[in-house]
C-alpha cells in the first residue's frame, strides 16, 4: 500500500483550478494544459513546458492562458509523489479535500493509479 503520502492545501486549489478549466469552452479537453491534465505528464519539464506554452505569442489571446499557467505553476509546487497522488484520485471523480485525500490513500486502485504516473527512467 501506498505510505500516507502528505497534504497540502495547494491540491484542493489546483483541483479546483482544473475543474474550472474543464467548465470553459476552450478547456474541455484540458485546453493549453492538456500535456498535464489529460495525458498525465506531470514532471518538473512537462510543467515548464505547459508555462513556457502558455506565453508563445500564438496563445496571448487565449481566455485559459492564465488558468493554465497557474495550473503548472501550483503543480510544480508540489513533490512529483502528491501531483500523481492528485491526479490519480480525480480520476475516481470525486472532489478532493483533505479527508477524501487521506481516505483514498490506502486503497488498490489509487496504488494502481499512481504507479502509472512513473513511467520514465530514474535517468530521464
Known sequence: MVNSIEWNDKIQVIDRLITALYDTDFGRAGGLCHVVTDD???????LDFVMEYCNEIENQNSPIKELCYLIALLLKQLSFEQRACLMSIRDFG??????TWFRLQNTPDLENLIKTYY???EDD
Do not use: L, P
Not at 498525465?40 to 512537462?46: P, Q, R, S, T
Open 40 to 46: 498525465g505528464n506531470i514532471y518538473d519539464d512537462d
Open 94 to 99: 470525486v472532489n478532493i479535500d483533505k479527508n
Open 119 to 121: 513511467w520514465r527512467d
